[in-house]
């Protein structure tokens, strides 16, 4: 019996949405990337525009072969991979190595795994992102020329297996540059005056900015006091009130990090335990007591 194909990362997720939709589909699992930059060589010609060499994931051989071997059989192939650049990159390789057209509108994307919203992205599937495709690519490609360039001057210079990213490189950078000036600076002794005015029952808190037009400076205990002595005495009045609406926003939605650090700090759940719950809840999984 002729089927359509759809083509998604997990394997858990491959048999919820089987379920959905029916027997006229085929619901496969790709199981994250199965093309990427080899690991014995840079695989980025720098010299020519950067183009990159992509070879099969060593030990994805035999998953390359039977997706190859469902997608011939099928009437039609859905690439369903998730709804972010990294999902995007894994269906346009997907592409590639089933010989796909990418002019032809095969990509479908949903952020919840159930039938309704399942059905409705099959019925509107797209083209595949090129913009998406585009800048998973050039993260890769820094990734591969920071930590192929830096990896090995730290295995000289500081301790061989250590590895250089391309964040993670810059951010030390930023950080040695922000401790070199917390040694070099050097600290000097500063006091300010702040004062509460009561008015028909109301607390006014002020603080001393300036006298006379001049910016107060005050260095040292003795100033503090001597200023404090003279205008303690003296009488004051509002000269202006500046009045401003302020609006409140909801929290935004979690990103990944967000909601890691809300499961940490409120539940003590680990990174692993939170990305593992995650995962399940999007696929539909159901869990168990123990999970949680």
Known sequence: ??????????????????????????VAASMGHLRDLPK??????????????????RGRGKQVNELKSLAKKAKKVFL??????????????????????LDESNRVEFNEITKKRITEAIKSPDKIDGDKVDAQQARRVLDRIVGYKLSPLLWRKVKKGLSAGRVQSVALKLICEREDKVLAFVSEEYWSIDAEFLKQKEMIAGKLQSIEGQKVQIKNEKEA???????????????????????SHPRAPFTTSTMQQEASQKINFTTKKTMMVAQQLYEGVKLKKDTI
């Open 40 to 57: 014995s060589q840079l695989g980025v010609d720098i010299e020519n525009d950067f183009e990159v060499k992509y070879i099969t994931v």
């Open 225 to 247: 006091q001597a200023l404090y002595e003279e205008i303690v005495q003296q009488e004051y009045k509002v000269k202006n009130v500046t009045k401003s609406k302020k609006e």
């Open 80 to 101: 369903a991979t998730d709804p972010d650049r990294e999902g995007e990159a894994i269906a346009w390789h997907l592409a590639h190595l089933l010989n796909l057209d």
């Open 1 to 26: 019996m002729s089927y359509n194909l759809v083509i998604v990362e997990s394997p858990a997720k491959a048999k919820t949405i089987e379920k959905f939709l029916g027997k006229t589909y085929k």
